[in-house]
């Protein structure tokens, strides 16, 4: 009877120890479970997610193109911002730009537009104007620029000469030496010269002085000579500059003797500025004529020759001309003039 009463508590002594092992098993599985649930996976030694730690610090995490060489990852650079419009083309330019690259349909800046006769049978229309400042497309003559040369003079007869322009009845004029003359592109022009003494007028070139006239020389009428010195002198140290003046009010085409619908010369007469390109509207576009050292502009196929004319100043301002008829030797009104500068 001992025996069998020592028997049964042994018994019930293993069932409880046997229950208990996996009861305390399932607990400390518990408690695992509970801390990983409360650190997030155990990613971050933080405590943190990754992406909320970046989030809080503001730092970009390194990729692998960021790598031991130090250089920045992408995600790390700032982000390009919107590109800052660029100012308006409102300056002048060395083309169009100045640029004289405008079309003659674009409007017209603040300067004021030649005016149109109602009743003449051409016309002109006012292209893009160059801001007043230097000429984007003068050559060797530039405004606001002062010249040194010598004055010498010659008899002008009726004020003809290389610029073909014909007589004159002013002979307030020079001819321009052969390197500033630079193939006619002077002609036209006006130009203030100021003696050592103090007098001072104003020519209009319509001739050339060749070689050996030098750079800066001057070959003035006998006329214009006689305003600042006595023709006695011969040879006078001068200083002069390019002007852009009030008259005269409108300038003319005209073309030369021979001119057809096959062959054309066209020439600017009466600009106030010197005149820097001369295009003929053909093949549904503008053609640009070669210019000659006697001051025509040569259509030698007749492109354009009896249609539209655009012509553009030293400053980039660009009037289109039309209702020129195609009669060689006429001198036609476009009623329209450059921008004074």
């Not at 730009?97 to 051409?122: D, G, L, Q």
């Not at 002062?146 to 007869?157: E, H, K, L, P, R």
Request: proline share 8%; glycine share 12%; charged share 10%.
């Amino acid at each position: 009877m001992r025996a069998t009463k020592h028997a049964v508590p042994r018994a019930r002594r293993g069932r409880v120890l046997v229950m208990g092992v996996p009861l305390a098993l399932v607990a400390v599985g518990l408690v695992v479970c509970l801390a990983f649930a409360l650190t997030g996976g155990g990613g971050s030694g933080s405590g943190q997610p990754v992406a909320a730690a970046v989030a809080a610090t503001g730092q970009a995490v390194p990729t692998a193109s960021g790598g031991p060489d130090g250089a920045t990852p992408p995600e790390a650079q700032p982000s390009p911002t919107a590109p800052t419009p660029s100012p308006s083309a409102g300056t002048p330019s060395p083309s169009a730009s100045t640029s004289a690259s405008s079309s003659a349909s674009s409007s017209a800046s603040s300067s004021p537009k030649p005016s149109a006769s109602a009743t003449a049978s051409a016309s002109a229309t006012a292209g893009s104007r160059a801001a007043a400042g230097p000429a984007s497309l003068a050559g060797r003559i530039r405004p606001g620029t002062s010249y040194q040369g010598v004055a010498t003079s010659y008899d002008a007869a009726d004020g003809n000469g290389a610029c073909s322009f014909g007589p004159s009845g002013d002979l307030m004029i020079a001819a321009m030496n052969h390197t500033d003359y630079e193939t006619s592109g002077a002609c036209g022009a006006y130009v203030q010269v100021r003696s050592a003494g103090g007098a001072s007028i104003t020519v209009r070139i319509v001739n050339e002085c060749p070689l050996p006239c030098a750079p800066g020389q001057l070959d003035l009428s006998h006329e214009a000579f006689a305003k600042l010195a006595d023709l006695s002198v011969g040879r006078l140290p001068i200083t002069w500059t390019l002007l852009s003046p009030a008259a005269p009010d409108s300038m003319s085409v005209r073309y030369k003797t021979g001119s057809s619908q096959w062959w054309c010369g066209i020439q600017v007469i009466g600009h106030r500025n010197p005149v820097a390109a001369l295009e003929v509207q053909a093949g549904g576009g503008w053609r640009r004529l070669s210019r000659t050292d006697y001051n025509y502009f040569l259509s030698p196929d007749g492109s354009g020759c009896g249609g539209s004319i655009r012509v553009t100043d030293i400053y980039g301002e660009r009037l289109t001309v039309d209702g020129i008829a195609l009669q060689p030797d006429v001198v036609q009104s476009a009623h329209a003039q450059f921008a004074r500068h």
